[in-house]
């Protein structure tokens, strides 16, 4: 399935540039570094993506394919760990430039992440609030950008419903409902949550199987609370679940479908922090007769214009199986009595 969610895999578009007074897209070349990084304590690896933005004579189409358009050399990151101001540590980021980068608009020639691994925690062990600020040195350019100000990692987001060792029932067609409920948590200010359903196919003929298909995706309305301890209710409907799974599977013989036990639904949610919040309200299309939109970023520069956003994230997950009588619906229901799913007495699920 290709929907993106929200605060999933983000591709970020190197659109915003930030400074005081307007800019001069008349003026002489000057580059302008572009920086992104997404905090997530959830993460073992940590990224920060170090670009160029410019104007020049040559086409962008043409300059999009020259590596040095795209990225500096001699770059040196890191990021201050701080609690109640005062200095915990530096992580200091390694360039690395074996990640590979999907075919598309930009050259896949090189594509420099620079990377530290390592935990981090919102907390200490005594208690105190740690801060994270950005710092980037450009010295081969003679630049230096950083956040504008440290931020704090999210922290303390739970779904609280359904629980881990429930069975979700998707039966009643008329006025069926899927239930779910998150509490918001510190430092988030923008909220979403998805519900999968995975299924696998079984080739009938040589009983080979295929695991990875794409989940039957719902994604659920974006919430903006920055309050912590709310609990927020989410739900859809059993209805649009079954239209939508038969919308989105084709007919096909010569195969068992099966709902994946015991992994059978995901609810994932995913938040992010203010900073995100805005940058994707500023970055989003407009939809109203005034197209223009400001600029906004908060990675500053002593000596140049700077661009890019710097926050944190967050995402937790519950993994249930169906029930029964939801795997009998699948198999004989209205909108999906085509796509051979099998009853509930089949040795898969009777073996689980």
């Avoid at 970020?12 to 307007?22: A, F, G, Q, R």
């Avoid at 200010?189 to 995706?217: A, C, G, H, K």
């Avoid at 007769?289 to 710097?310: C, H, R």
Wanted: aromatic share 12%; charged share 20%.
């Amino acid at each position: 399935m290709k929907k993106i969610a929200l605060l999933g895999i983000i591709t970020l578009m190197i659109s915003m540039i930030s400074c005081d007074d307007s800019i001069d897209v008349l003026a002489d070349y000057e580059e302008i570094p572009v920086v992104y990084c997404l905090l997530n304590q959830n993460d073992t690896f940590h990224y920060v993506k170090v670009n160029k933005a410019f104007l020049g004579e040559a086409s962008a189409a043409s300059m999009a394919q020259v590596a040095d358009s795209l990225f500096y050399d001699d770059v040196e990151v890191w990021i201050d760990v701080t609690a109640n101001g005062e200095f915990v540590r530096r992580m200091d980021f390694v360039a690395v430039d074996t990640i590979p980068k999907p075919d598309g608009y930009f050259t896949n020639e090189r594509n420099t992440v620079y990377v530290w691994e390592g935990e981090i925690t919102p907390t200490s062990s005594s208690g105190l609030t740690y801060d994270f600020e950005l710092h980037v040195d450009i010295a081969s350019k003679n630049l230096y950008c950083k956040s504008v100000e440290p931020i704090g990692l999210v922290d303390n987001v739970q779904i609280i419903e359904p629980t881990v060792n429930r069975q979700i029932s998707m039966t009643h067609y008329e006025n069926g409902k899927v239930n779910a409920e998150y509490r918001t948590g510190d430092n988030a200010s923008m909220y979403q949550m998805i519900f999968r359903f995975y299924y696998i196919e079984v080739d009938l003929e040589t009983n080979d199987t295929v695991w990875d298909l794409d989940p039957i995706q719902i994604t659920m309305t974006e919430d903006f609370y920055t309050t912590p301890n709310q609990d927020i209710k989410k739900e859809f409907t059993v209805q649009q679940f079954y239209q939508l799974v038969g919308d989105n599977i084709p007919v096909k013989e010569g195969v068992q479908r099966l709902v994946r036990y015991p992994e059978s639904v995901e609810f994932i949610l995913y938040s992010a922090d203010q900073n995100y919040k805005v940058y994707s309200e500023v970055s989003a299309p407009s939809s109203g007769i005034v197209q223009e939109k400001p600029f906004w970023t908060n990675i500053e520069s002593d000596n140049s214009y700077a661009a890019g956003l710097f926050a944190a994230r967050y995402e937790t997950h519950i993994i249930n199986r169906v029930t029964a009588a939801t795997l009998d619906s699948l198999a004989r229901g209205v909108f999906t009595k085509d796509l051979n799913f099998a009853t509930k007495d089949n040795w898969y699920y009777v073996s689980q």
